[in-house]
């Protein structure tokens, strides 16, 4: 955990709560609509189950490219900092090796995730930033991001 933690006023902190239910209630909602719109399962006795199967894995299938060790780093760094060279990501991220930064940029690269901006030189400079898959990515997740912090008091209410 972060240390110290974050002190928000009332009113910041209060916006952050709201915006943390507003995201609950759109997943509620987004949950709804794949239910109400999934394939049922019909039973030899006639009975019908709403299949959540394909929801399971379409939930592992979008959530993939985070399980991986150091991608969560590479976008949280991008997402927070910006734009940024090789080696200024490097030493935003401790304890990453150079070949495996330039893998799992490679990686993001062709999930669509990050853009590699090269500008011709002397010298050649080049650059990585978010897609806007990556950033719309980042936008979403950050209420959720916000609550783990709230919820493991990285982020505080002032007194």
Partial sequence: MPE???ILDEKEYKEIEDAITKTEELGNRVRELFR???NEVLFASG?????ISWEVDAAVEALNVFASRWTIEILAAL????ERRFNELRRLLVGI???TL???LTTLRESGFI???????PPVKVTYNLTEHGARDGRLLSP????????NSSVIKSD
């Avoid at 009975?47 to 299949?51: E, G, L, Q, Y």
């Fill in 144 to 151: 959720l991001v916000a609550y783990v912090k709230v919820n």
């Fill in 36 to 38: 109400d719109n999934s």
């Fill in 47 to 51: 009975s019908r189950i709403h299949d």
């Fill in 97 to 99: 090796s150079s070949r």
């Fill in 4 to 6: 110290p933690p974050m």
């Fill in 79 to 82: 997402y927070i900092a910006g």
């Fill in 102 to 104: 330039s893998d799992k």
């Fill in 115 to 121: 853009n590699r901006i090269v500008v011709d030189g």
